[in-house]
């Protein structure tokens, strides 16, 4: 799961960013409402946070702007406590929930679980290919019957691959949705999700396409 985390308060930003990275999260954090829109709209998140003071554009422009361009991702705004217009405003430009500073952040994450349950069960069923089966909603595979545990990156990976097979995916595509920009990751990481998804399933599940990228077959 990748998250987009706007908050321009540092302390808290570092403090939000270290909660979430620890549950297994990955985390993009950026400080102004500018860079957030246009991260947002160019790249691939399961939800954000968002701060609604922020520098160049406030998170209320922001969310009206990313919500005008389609977009129904997720989005938790964190607004200050005695902003209950802000709060209205918020969820009005359609933020699905909100949090008042200062909060704890068992309440965060509990809240984004939450939020990100319920966008996994939004008409998404489940997916089912070449004996395997995902379930979006729980996050549960299995494979020829039999339950398979896959680590986070793993499942995020299967999924991404399966949906809908038949598509080649980038090596760029695949490494910014498990690491997203902050996280230093080993050059051949993605190979090594790669091994061991083949060898949980099945060798020729992923085929490798030379100098792309990955493709699980449509028909196999
Ligand atoms: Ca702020």
């Known amino acids: 799961m990748r998250l987009l985390l706007i908050e ?3 302390a808290l930003g570092e403090g939000i960013h270290q909660a979430l990275s620890r549950e297994g999260y990955t985390v993009d954090w950026l400080q102004d409402g500018n860079s957030a829109l246009h991260s947002l709209r160019s790249e691939i998140f399961d939800l954000a946070v968002l701060d609604l003071g922020l520098p160049r554009m406030d998170g209320l422009e922001v969310l009206r702007r990313l919500r ?3 977009s129904n991702l997720p989005v938790l705004i964190l607004t200050a406590r005695d902003a209950t217009e802000d709060r209205i405003a918020g969820l009005d430009a359609g933020a699905d929930d909100y949090l008042i500073k200062p909060f704890d952040l068992a309440e965060l994450k509990a809240r984004i679980r939450a939020l990100l349950r319920r966008s996994a069960g939004r008409g998404q069923s ?4 070449a004996g395997i089966s ?3 909603g729980t996050q549960q595979v299995s494979y020829k019957g039999e339950p398979v545990a896959l680590t986070p990156k793993e499942y995020q990976l299967l999924h991404e691959l399966l949906s809908p097979p038949g598509r080649v995916m980038t090596r760029d595509h695949l490494m910014q949705l498990l690491y997203g920009w902050n996280e230093e ?5 993605l190979e090594v999700h790669i091994h061991h998804l083949r060898k949980k399933f099945s060798t ?3 085929r490798t396409v030379r100098g792309i990228g990955y ?3 449509e028909r196999r």
């Open 8 to 10: 321009d308060d540092v």
């Open 68 to 70: 005008d361009s389609g």
């Open 126 to 129: 489940l997916i089912e290919h």
């Open 134 to 136: 995902l379930n979006p």
């Open 185 to 189: 990751a080993e050059s051949n990481t």
């Open 204 to 206: 020729d599940l992923i």
């Open 215 to 217: 493709l699980v077959e």
